[in-house]
């Protein structure tokens, strides 16, 4: 299974930016998937999932009303469109793939698989 994040930069507050992670190697309309963000120093925190079916997203607090997920099963690729970009956005993004349990997962430990994380900076 490879999960290749993709579309990470250096921007500037207030601006857009969307994210990609193109998936292979598995049946990707069975799996829930998320996107999970790690600043220096601490801890990968939750972002955003979608359900296998795209219907159902759910997010994390910091980023809900900003940041949009979505899924194109037909393309085995999952997006997430981040908007009004604050600094503390900083972080490598990665996306993740579970193939059992619910979309509203937000532990990594949910997630069976991996990208290599894209990284966004965002800078005054």
């Known amino acids: 299974v490879q999960l290749q994040a993709s579309g990470g930069g250096l921007v500037q507050v207030g601006v857009s930016l969307r994210l990609s992670c193109a998936a292979s190697?598995?049946?990707?309309?069975?799996?829930?998937m998320a996107w999970f963000r790690q600043a220096p120093g601490k801890e990968r925190d939750f972002v955003a999932s979608?359900?296998?079916?795209?219907?159902?997203?759910y997010y994390s607090d910091f980023v809900r009303g900003r940041f949009t997920m979505s899924r194109d099963n037909a393309k085995n690729a999952v997006y997430l469109q981040m908007n009004g970009l604050k600094l503390e956005d900083t972080a490598v993004y990665f996306c993740?793939?579970?193939?059992?349990?619910?979309?509203?997962?937000?532990?990594?430990?949910?997630?069976?698989?991996w990208g290599q994380g894209t990284l966004v900076t965002v800078s005054s």
């Open positions: 993740a793939a579970a193939i059992i349990g619910s979309y509203v997962n937000t532990k990594p430990d949910d997630y069976d698989y």
């Open positions: 190697g598995l049946t990707f309309s069975n799996a829930h």
């Open positions: 979608i359900s296998r079916g795209g219907r159902s997203t």
